[in-house]
């Protein structure tokens, strides 16, 4: 019961539109049928007064047969603006539908708008803005501390392996002279040999005096 007074919407009743629009084509279609029938009829009726030289009967025939020709001529103009009427009334479904997607889209934009203050909006990007520069900032800072830092390190480190390779360097150096140096009996000077190369208390008096100083 509720369906019988159920509200038609605008979908129902271009259904309906184009149902009985539908049933008009159908209806032209077997009255065409119907007149292409009666005109095959009276093009052999014709045929036949012809044969037994009946021209009133051939006059009055051919008159039936012109218009009859009018009429199923007419039905196929009736189709066409059938035809037409159902085009366009798909077209303007159509174009309600759209019409009511753009206002379904007005409502949304407005209620948007409603809750979207301008202002507001501008301070809260300003605001983060100011926050986010601030963030790029410390970061900074923190990265240019751990630079330091980790540089200093480094630094510390690679003059401490300086050092080390120095002295290892000179480790090696001090063994091999030890290596090749001679034995302690060997390597201690003659006494001749030491008298030979020590210049005497009296020569060194000498030449003092060559020089003036007393």
Request: a neutral charge; hydrophobic letters at 35%.
């Amino acid at each position: 019961m509720a369906s019988l007074f159920k509200k038609k919407t605008v979908d129902d009743i271009i259904k309906e539109q184009n149902r009985e629009l539908r049933g008009t084509q159908r209806a032209i279609s077997r009255d065409r049928a119907a007149l292409e029938k009666q005109e095959k009829q009276l093009e052999l009726e014709i045929k036949k007064m012809a044969k037994t030289g009946n021209k009133e009967a051939c006059k009055v025939l051919a008159k039936q047969l012109v218009q009859l020709r009018k009429q199923k001529n007419r039905t196929y103009a009736v189709s066409s603006k059938v035809t037409s009427m159902s085009t366009q009334t798909k077209v303007m479904n159509s174009q309600m539908k759209m019409a009511g997607a753009m206002s379904a889209t007005a409502k949304t934009m407005q209620a948007v708008n409603k809750k979207m203050d301008p202002q507001k909006t501008l301070q809260t990007m300003q605001n983060f803005q100011k926050e986010n520069m601030k963030m790029e900032m410390t970061e900074e800072m923190i990265n240019d501390t751990l630079d330091d830092i980790f540089d200093a390190s480094d630094e510390e480190e690679e003059s401490q392996d300086i050092v080390n390779q120095v002295l290892d360097e000179i480790g090696i150096e001090i063994s091999g002279k030890m290596a090749k140096a001679p034995s302690a009996a060997r390597g201690l000077p003659s006494a001749s040999a030491s008298t030979a190369t020590t210049i005497s208390d009296e020569e060194i008096e000498r030449q003092l005096k060559a020089l003036g100083v007393d």
